[in-house]
């Protein structure tokens, strides 16, 4: 067997490859670009090689640059991962001609499965049918109008080379339909260098099926069982399961079948997943793509069968003959899959960027994730930070703990898609295993929002934790940082007051703290006290909100409280009011306050308080010797006091608007 | 170290002392309360709409979040001015800025508009004795109109006059106590030397507002009309004239300044005690109302007090078998080292020397003294002159005054007579004193003071006989002045105190005091323990 590992790639599947291999005793060689200088990969394996700037498309699709590194290494073996080069049969056939073994099928099988019609033509001589469309060379117009009229509407217009959803168009309807053509070979040209289209039926609230299968190089194939992986958003995966839900035995028997026999027609020689579409209230699979490689969600089929599939990549790889016979693999219990991902789920998940300030897993989950406490998220790369994988004796077992240990999965910076997840796992049309492909449109129609049922509590919370942390504070104790809010009239009613500005994305909210005379902290914001009391321990947090207990995990980073209390994840800057205001004024860049220019009547105020201000925004308009003047914010930031109304009038010099300049600007 | 027992338990006698002390604390509560209004709800909310932030909240905003504030006499003027007065017109305290604890003089000028009576000049110079003391960077929050001129011969012209703020600020500033102001209102003539004598300034744009002469009287004086915007506004003073270092835009700004200036201070803290960790009483410390009672001549075990007060109610008592009318031991007070001296009954030879003797040992080991004042005095008659109760009481106050340690008095009770002097009395400059609602302070009690002018009086040759009529009238006016004297609110009014304290809080207030005066103990020699 190999002795030496290189993994080209990065983040958690880095990481879980190197897992198996520290099982297997392989020393393990990561690659990195710049930004992943103290990733978590990095800091996992036993050695790490540079390999290019950050842009992946100058490092981790570098196959020079892998090979190099590999050389550099003296790796014995090159495992792709998925992604990046994982598909491109040059990598295998370059290992190959170095000598060093490729963790993945032969060069020939990536060919193979590589085009998208090609495939679908070698599944249907293996007699695998695929969705029915029109896969031809003649690009013409005509022809390809001809061919959709057969095929019927609705139907898709495809780049034959394409992926990830470009050069994708779905037409309805006969009208749309040479348009449709014109934009998708379009986008086809610019993304792939390839006009060339292919054209499916559209399968309407579709299953996504998929069938983990296995080779050796001695022309042994199995199959593990399939998933269903049918919950995606953007045509990407989000939450996987196996075994599929609500699935008919006939249906499965012949999902498999139909895998095995693709895998068998192209020898396959590793671990590969043969995918397929089921069109509601069908009983015929159709073969969509066979990915050559292992997948994001292969953890399932671990978690199901009892294998460790890296482990099989390995062995197959080295020459070892599969190690069990298909009569042997069985599976039992239920696994479910969530992509946690640095996502706004809520802004049709837009990726997020950020350092992660606090990280901790739950415990009853396995966890397969590729960041820590300190990691930094970049756009570079894909989004997913890490798997939570769930298993239980049945599916019901199974949803249930993955939505618990999703709330207590705290991954602090960043936002994360954890509450979208919780929410989605806990939707009926999931738990009752009915999903479709639709599933994000149908449960979500409005598009996923966060019920923040606790937002007021959370944002309390942060509040103290704030207080707790001053400066003060961590001197050493005495009467002055100890008797916090202490003040002799305080009996008598004349109470600390500190007055925090909550800055949460696109507003700030005014809370003010008072701290009773017996040293109770009560909080209140504009719809009056928000009831609670905190005991904090290390990063964790007890809230006690008039007897209901909740806990939470917290990070403070400069002026920031980064929480998750009862899933509720928040990120927010805190300030006293007067420490803010004296920021701007040391920035000089103009004054957050907005004057009349001239004694006048105010026509017209276009703010109020708690909006967000650019630059030259107008705030006020203000009439006066019957000239119109429009009164702009000198600075950007956070309009905190409207100090007039609309028909007033006002003299020159009068304070109108105050702005707050946002932090750091 | 041992643990001070308690003997109080909830009788007739203890329950109907709280509902009494009740009483007390209710009405110094409402007093309290009357001058947290500053010059009324009217005047506040017209200071708001100029845009203006009341006193107590500007502070709030400059003190470091949920920190401690030791707000000292709000009571001062208390019944003076038709007590109209409040606050004596300026709120002076020590907050934590930025970790650094200072004083803080803020004008109030929803009170008379901020400007000076006898007592706000008085409050004003007592902060900065304070803060030269404990050595505390000052900052002064200025919104004030210059001396009362109806009062001016009060407030002008002495020595502890308006004067002598001045000069104690340009004393401060000489031994490195930095003196900052923010500017939030008009600061003319003498007002106006609070800012250009300190080492940095703020002004607030708009209100803010600084010339030795007004526009009235540079119309007076050079016929001059000008405007006080131009004459000596924030953006002229900050831009022209140099005057001022900051210009804010609005107050919040300003005091956010102030804290960025007191966080660059380039400050250094030095502790010169050994704390202790931390730890509550175990006697409630509410319990002390009912312990002490309102009657004077009701005595109680002042060690009830002390279990109620210091750390752990843990007390290492001094000659517990001997002069026992003076209890003195060492304890903890939030951390801090404390030696103590409280009266348990009239004071005796045995029990002044004893006095004596404890504060040489604190001096000797520079720990802080506290004294607990409850005290009809020293012993009198035949006995007592022979013990040589003068040249022995004499010795205490020896020792009381020369002790190079801070020593804090909490008059718990009554002072009255030398058992002022000999208890550490505002003749012997504590570094604070405050009382307790119950408390009296005079000469002698109105029972005596009546006994001894009628006396006075029969024996008087002067004046010829007496009728019993007028002997009456005398005991009668006597009391009256007496009675009114020696109340608590007639002290604080007039600035013999540093506040009254609800009897639960001394801990705490006390316990602020000690960590202030810790970073200050650093003497040069040790001095003997004479035996005495």
């Given amino acids: ?665 | 170290m041992a643990v001070l027992e308690s003997k109080v338990r909830s009788d007739p006698d203890f329950d109907s002392n709280r509902v009494a002390y009740g009483e007390l604390v209710e009405v110094l509560r409402e007093r309290h309360r009357h001058v947290l209004a500053g010059g009324g709800e009217k005047l506040q909310l017209r200071h708001r709409e100029r845009g203006k932030i009341p006193v107590r909240e500007r502070i709030d905003h400059l003190i470091d979040p949920l920190s401690p504030f030791l707000e000292l006499s709000p009571l001062a003027a208390w019944e003076l001015y038709g007590n109209e007065v409040p606050c004596a017109g300026v709120v002076t305290g020590i907050g934590m800025v930025a970790g650094i604890p200072c004083a803080i003089i803020a004008n109030d000028a929803t009170v008379k508009g901020g400007s000076f009576f006898q007592e706000t000049v008085k409050k004003h110079l007592r902060m900065q004795e304070i803060a030269f003391e404990n050595r505390l960077p000052c900052i002064y929050l200025v919104d004030c109109g210059g001396a009362y001129l109806p009062e001016q011969d009060r407030v002008f012209p002495d020595r502890d006059h308006f004067g002598g703020t001045f000069f104690q600020q340009c004393r401060m500033s000489a031994s490195g106590l930095p003196q900052i102001s923010a500017v939030f209102g008009g600061c003319t003539a003498g007002g106006a030397y609070i800012p250009a004598l300190s080492d940095e300034v703020v002004m607030v744009r708009g209100t803010g507002r600084i010339h030795l002469g007004g526009p009235p009287i540079v119309k007076a004086a050079i016929n001059e009309i000008v405007d006080g915007e131009t004459l000596g506004g924030a953006e002229m003073h900050s831009t022209v004239s140099g005057v001022s270092d900051y210009l804010a835009n609005t107050e919040l700004e300003a005091i956010g300044k102030l804290r960025d200036i007191v966080a660059a201070l380039n400050w250094r803290e030095i502790q010169r005690t050994t704390k202790r960790e931390i730890s509550d009483p175990i006697h409630d410390p509410a319990e002390l109302d009912g312990i002490v009672g309102v009657d004077l001549k009701q005595p109680f075990d002042v060690r009830e007090v002390i279990a109620r007060m210091v750390d752990g109610s843990e007390f290492q008592e001094f000659k517990p078998a001997y002069g026992s009318t003076l209890v003195c031991g060492f304890a903890w007070i939030h951390g801090e080292p404390v030696g103590i001296l409280a009266n348990n009954g009239v004071l005796f030879s045995e029990a002044a020397v004893k006095g004596a003797h404890f504060i040489e040992l604190c001096d000797q080991r520079r720990t802080p003294i506290l004294f607990l004042q409850n005290i009809t005095g020293f012993m009198v008659g035949t006995d007592a002159e022979r013990g040589g109760i003068a040249k022995h009481s004499a010795k205490l106050v020896y020792a009381v005054s020369n002790a190079r340690v801070p020593r804090f008095t909490v008059i718990i009770g009554g002072s009255y007579g030398a058992g002022n002097y000999g208890m550490c009395g505002r003749g012997f400059q504590p570094r604070f004193l405050f009382a307790w609602p119950n408390a009296r302070i005079a000469t002698m009690s109105a029972d005596v003071a009546a006994t001894v002018v009628t006396d006075l009086r029969r024996s008087s040759l002067t004046r010829g006989a007496v009728q019993e009529s007028e002997i009456e009238r005398i005991d009668k006016q006597t009391r009256a002045q007496f009675e009114e004297q020696s109340t608590p609110y007639y002290a604080t009014a007039r600035l013999w105190d540093d506040g009254i304290i609800e009897p639960w809080q001394t801990r705490d207030v006390i316990g602020l005091c000690l960590a202030l005066a810790a970073r200050e103990i650093d003497l040069p020699e040790h001095r003997p323990v004479y035996r005495m």
């Fill in chain 1, 1 to 665: 067997m190999i002795s030496s590992l290189l993994i080209a790639n990065r983040g958690e599947i880095a990481v879980r490859i190197m897992r198996t291999c520290k099982l297997l005793g392989i020393h393990t060689i990561a690659v990195y670009s710049d930004a992943d200088r103290d990733a978590l990969h990095v800091a996992v394996a036993d050695e790490a090689i540079r390999i290019g700037p950050s842009p992946a498309r100058e490092s981790y699709l570098q196959t020079d640059a892998i090979m190099q590194a590999a050389t550099r290494a003296g790796a014995d073996a090159i495992h792709p991962g998925y992604g990046f080069l994982s598909e491109k049969p040059d990598l295998a056939r370059l290992c190959v001609e170095e000598g060093r073994v490729f963790v993945g099928p032969s060069a020939d099988c990536i060919l193979a499965m590589g085009p998208k019609i090609g495939s679908k033509l070698i599944a249907s001589r293996a007699g695998v049918p695929s969705v029915p469309g029109y896969l031809g060379e003649d690009q013409s117009t005509q022809r390809l109008s001809g061919e959709a009229e057969r095929i019927g509407f609705p139907l898709m217009v495809k780049a034959s080379a394409g992926g990830g959803g470009k050069g994708m168009r779905r037409v309805f309807q006969r009208e749309d339909l040479t348009a449709a053509i014109d934009l998708a070979r379009q986008e086809a040209q610019a993304a792939f260098g390839d006009p060339s289209l292919l054209i499916e039926k559209l399968v309407t609230r579709p299953r996504h099926l998929e069938v983990q299968v296995a080779g050796d190089k001695h022309g042994n194939v199995v199959h593990l069982f399939e998933r269903d992986c049918s919950i995606q958003r953007n045509n990407q995966k989000v939450l996987e399961e196996a075994p599929a839900p609500n699935l008919d035995p006939a249906i499965r028997v012949k999902l498999l079948d139909r895998g095995v026999a693709l895998a068998r027609a192209i020898n396959y020689d590793n671990l590969g997943t043969v995918e397929f579409i089921l069109e509601e209230g069908s009983s015929d699979p159709w073969f969509l793509e066979m990915n050559t490689r292992l997948q994001v969600e292969h953890p399932v089929t671990e978690a199901i069968t009892g294998f460790d599939l890296v482990e099989w990549q390995i062995r197959i790889a080295s020459g070892e003959r599969l190690p069990v016979l298909q009569s042997d693999i069985r599976q039992s219990g239920h696994a479910i899959e969530a992509r946690i991902t640095a996502e706004r789920a809520d802004q049709d998940f837009r990726p997020d960027a950020g350092r992660i300030v606090g990280y901790r897993e739950p415990p009853d989950l396995r966890i397969d994730s590729g960041v820590g406490k300190g990691s930094e998220v970049t756009l570079f790369y894909d989004s997913l930070l890490a798997k939570a994988i769930a298993v239980g004796e049945t599916r019901d077992t199974a949803c249930t703990r993955l939505a618990s240990g999703l709330r207590e999965f705290s991954i602090l910076g960043p936002a994360t898609t954890i509450p979208f997840l919780v929410d989605a796992v806990e939707h009926p049309i999931f738990s009752q295993g009915n999903a479709t492909t639709d599933f994000i449109a149908e449960a979500f129609p409005e598009g996923w929002k966060p019920a923040r049922p606790q937002v007021r509590l959370a944002r309390a919370t942060a509040a103290l934790l704030m207080l707790d942390a001053l400066p003060a504070h961590e001197q050493k104790p005495s009467a002055w940082t100890t008797l916090a809010g202490f003040r002799v009239l305080g009996p008598s009613g004349g109470l600390s007051e500190t007055r925090l500005l909550a800055i949460e994305e696109e507003r700030a909210i005014a809370l003010t703290v008072k701290v009773r005379s017996d040293g109770q902290r009560r909080v209140f914001d504009n719809d009056g006290e928000i009831a609670l009391e905190i005991r904090s321990n290390g990063n964790t947090v007890e809230v006690d909100s008039e007897g209901r207990i909740l806990r939470g995990v917290f990070e403070r980073t400069g002026g920031r409280v980064h929480l998750t209390l009862a899933g509720e994840t928040c990120d927010i800057g805190l300030e006293a009011e007067a420490a803010l205001l004296a920021g701007a004024a040391a920035g000089a860049g103009g004054s957050g306050a907005v004057l009349a220019t001239m004694p006048g009547v105010v026509a017209e105020v276009k703010v109020s308080a708690g909006e967000m201000v650019e630059v030259g925004q107008v705030v006020v308009v203000l009439e006066s010797m019957k000239l119109f003047s429009s009164l702009k914010a000198e600075i950007a930031g956070i309009v905190t006091d409207v100090s007039c109304r609309s028909g007033e009038t006002v003299m020159v010099g009068k304070r109108l608007v105050l702005i707050e300049p946002r932090n750091g600007s």
